[in-house]
């Protein structure tokens, strides 16, 4: 499955606890500074992404851009192909990622080089 973007979907920031406490995901707040592009990657974990300030967009692996502003929810399952887009000022989002730790290192922008369709987490091998 591939990222989602959910279009208004929360208009409270209580609502995006509320929908924090039901997927289980850890809360940080992430700015994202004026920059170009990213190129693509893909991360070693589930995120969720709630648009707090700004605009941007998000680029999934076929090239299609994906609005982002104030009240969307990114969903990125981990190990999908995706980019942020260009951001000009700045974007203000709350990240939601499965366990608490430092988010950069979470968020490393791993190598779509090294990314496969068949890695599964070593508890889906039978």
Same mark, same amino acid.
């Given at each position: 499955m591939g990222l989602t973007v959910q279009k208004k979907f929360f208009e409270r920031r209580e609502q995006v606890f509320e929908d924090l406490a039901q997927t289980g995901h850890w809360p940080t707040t992430f700015v994202s500074?004026?920059?170009? &592009?990213?190129?693509?990657?893909?991360?070693?974990?589930?995120?969720?992404?709630?648009v707090? &300030?700004?605009?941007?967009?998000?680029?999934? &692996?076929?090239? @299609?851009?994906?609005a982002l502003e104030p009240g969307d929810k990114l969903n990125i399952p981990r190990g999908t192909l995706h980019a942020e887009g260009a951001v000009v000022g700045e974007?203000?989002?709350i990240v939601g990622t499965e366990t608490?730790?430092?988010l950069r290192t @979470?968020?490393?922008?791993?190598?779509?080089?090294?990314?496969?369709h068949?890695?599964?987490?070593?508890?889906d091998l039978v």
């Open positions: 500074g004026a920059s170009p &592009e990213l190129p693509l990657h893909w991360h070693d974990l589930d995120v969720s992404g709630y707090i &300030e700004g605009t941007t967009y998000l680029v999934d &692996e076929a090239g @299609q851009h994906h974007v203000i989002y608490p730790g430092s @979470q968020l490393a922008l791993l190598d779509p080089v090294s990314y496969t068949l890695t599964l987490p070593t508890s």
